[in-house]
């Protein structure tokens, strides 16, 4: 275990929206977060935010957990995972919200696995016509990417400023493309230069070639997460 994988204290807290387990430190958060939301008022809604049915005895309000804005039981029924705000147990969300944390736990199950477990590239660091043979891989907490060969290199994700995958294959016809190599580019803390490295998947076994086709795949859904917690 790398320097950057010291455990990190976590408590258990619990807000409106339930209970959460959460680092002790914000800067220990995992860079793919979410905040919660604020909920919009009672006062604010007296109509359910989706089909404008009226709130009364009966009809009751609730708040979706992912949005924070109001709905009735029919519109706001759903209890999904969303581990991108910490949750124990699925929470309350509205359906358009529910849809979106759906699709998101793929990337929790099976892909978050992928980027840990790590894959092999060829890498070259700026402008250098030299390549590393070096094992990519996320960190356990979801930190930093750590390059493991002659050299070792530990970039925060949090840094990142650009990610490029590069495809192979591609047809005027929208045939299959392969993903063969990713172009990452990245801060260095302390400078404001940005620094450049392109990954390039090892074509020694067709195993291998698998294997960095699916990391690069998840890399590719990590970084429209991370560009979605930046932007919140």
Not at 16 to 39: C, I, K, Q, T
């Amino acid at each position: 275990m790398s320097g950057c994988e010291a455990c990190d204290a976590k408590k258990l807290v619990r807000s409106p929206s339930g209970l959460r387990m959460v680092p002790e430190h914000r800067s220990a958060r995992s860079p793919f977060g979410l905040d919660e939301p604020p909920w919009v008022p009672d006062k604010e809604c007296p109509r359910c935010m989706q089909c404008d049915t009226k709130f009364d005895f009966i009809t009751r309000k609730h708040h979706c957990r992912r949005c924070g804005k109001c709905f009735c039981d029919k519109c706001c029924s759903k209890k999904v995972p969303l581990p991108r705000m910490c949750f124990v147990d699925p929470v309350r969300q509205c359906a358009e919200c529910a849809l979106i944390s759906q699709k998101e736990t793929e990337f929790y199950d099976k892909q978050l696995k992928v980027l840990m477990n790590g894959a092999t590239f060829f890498v070259t660091l700026g402008t250098s016509d030299k390549s590393e043979l070096m094992v990519c891989r996320l960190s356990n907490n979801q930190r930093y990417l750590v390059l493991d060969g002659d050299s070792h290199y530990e970039i925060e994700i949090i840094q990142i400023s650009t990610v490029q995958i590069l495809t192979e294959g591609f047809t005027p016809g929208g045939g299959n493309t392969r993903a063969i190599g990713m172009i990452l580019q990245y801060k260095v803390p302390g400078s404001e230069e940005l620094t450049q490295m392109k990954f390039t998947a090892s074509e020694d076994f067709s195993c291998n070639k698998k294997l960095s086709a699916s990391w690069l795949a998840a890399m590719h859904k990590a970084t429209k997460l991370l560009y979605e917690s930046r932007d919140q």
